[in-house]
């Protein structure tokens, strides 16, 4: 604390992110990166802007990365806003669209950066409880609201809203925006994007940090009605025109257009999924049913906090959050067939 700090910043309660150890060796399995490499073409793409064009600035508008992002969904491409990270996206959506003086509306347990945002620019928020199988249910959004946001599936639960009731809340809701964070949909979820051209109150946001596997690049979208999306362009022409340099603009746009290689890696987390769950339930762990790149999982007999502090010695690390409805939880990225191996090696001699 200082005494140059504004009591805005004094009251101000950040996010923390998860650990990106420093160390080498290690078997990273606790922020959900992807344990594959980007496509080779989005890095070809980027090597190629390494040049003497890295004077001039690149283009605010992200025009050519929006437009392989329209392609790709069938939409049109004032559609589509770009920024860097989805957590910058949302941060502009919780700016824009959600500061109208009743509360926003996302579940107990749900990604910890919303209430962040809230804290950041003022949004008075409720939390809705996920049913006792840590599903969200609709019918509990039936209230006066300033707008919804959840990710699909959920995190850090992992799972899945299908989209009739997605549908439906937004039917339910014409006055507000709702806001659909499909950071992992990739993993076994049906995108909403199918969904905007019916409904000008829908938001929904994307990130390439997960199946695209470019967290260390800093890229996420929004697809929604073209004033949404101008909105959040009046923001970030009021914030920083220039989120994303060359490099970013080039590789997602290539990434996304490499379909063939981003199809067969989500393949593989996906069977990697199935086999690590029938593993953990081995050890006797119960586990929720994911549709994303990481199971959320508790064992009935051993204290999960316990359970990460005896991975990590052994060069594991997974997330534990201390919340206290899930803190007898893990949440586990899919690895690779050997680091999840390597997980189970360890979680049989701690159970
Ligand atoms: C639900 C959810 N939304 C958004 C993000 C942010 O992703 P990024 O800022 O890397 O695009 C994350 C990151 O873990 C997430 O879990």
Aim: contains cysteine.
């Amino acid at each position: 604390m200082s005494k140059f700090w504004s009591p805005f910043v004094k009251n101000l309660v950040p996010y923390v992110p998860g650990e990106q150890p420093k160390m080498s060796r290690l078997v990273k399995l606790n922020t959900n990166e992807n344990p594959y490499g980007p496509s080779p073409r989005a890095i070809t793409a980027m090597q190629a802007e390494l040049n003497d064009s890295l004077r001039l600035y690149p283009d605010p508008n992200g025009e050519r990365l929006k437009q392989a992002i329209a392609d790709y969904y069938g939409v049109q491409s004032n559609q589509v806003f770009v920024g860097n990270g989805s957590d910058e996206v949302l941060a502009h959506i919780f700016h824009g669209l959600f500061q109208h003086g009743r509360p926003l509306l996302f579940p107990d347990v749900t990604y910890s950066f919303y209430p962040v945002y809230c804290g950041l620019y003022g949004i008075p928020f409720e939390t809705v409880a996920l049913d006792e199988e840590f599903r969200i249910r609709i019918e509990d959004y039936a209230r006066p609201n300033g707008g919804i946001i959840f990710p699909n599936p959920n995190a850090p639960t992992g799972c899945l809203l299908p989209l009739e009731s997605i549908e439906r809340l937004l039917e339910d809701n014409p006055d507000s925006v709702v806001v659909v964070d499909e950071a992992y949909v990739d993993f076994g979820g049906e995108t909403a994007i199918s969904l905007v051209d019916r409904h000008a109150n829908l938001l929904v946001t994307q990130t390439l940090s997960k199946s695209r596997s470019l967290a260390g690049l800093r890229v996420g979208l929004a697809v929604g009605h073209p004033e949404l999306i101008e909105a959040l362009e009046r923001i970030k022409n009021s914030f920083n025109s220039y989120p994303l340099d060359r490099m970013a603009i080039a590789g997602a746009a290539a990434a996304f257009e490499d379909r063939a290689y981003f199809e067969q890696t989500c393949r593989q987390v996906i069977a990697s999924r199935g086999q690590l769950v029938g593993e953990l339930q081995q050890l006797g762990f119960e586990v929720l049913p994911s549709a994303a790149n990481f199971i959320f999982a508790r064992h009935p007999e051993r204290d999960a906090e316990g359970l990460a502090a005896g991975l990590r010695e052994q060069g594991v690390i997974v997330r534990h959050f201390k919340q206290e409805r899930i803190r007898q939880f893990l949440r586990i990225t899919v690895g690779t067939p050997e680091q999840n191996q390597a997980l189970i090696d360890v979680l049989t001699t701690l159970c």
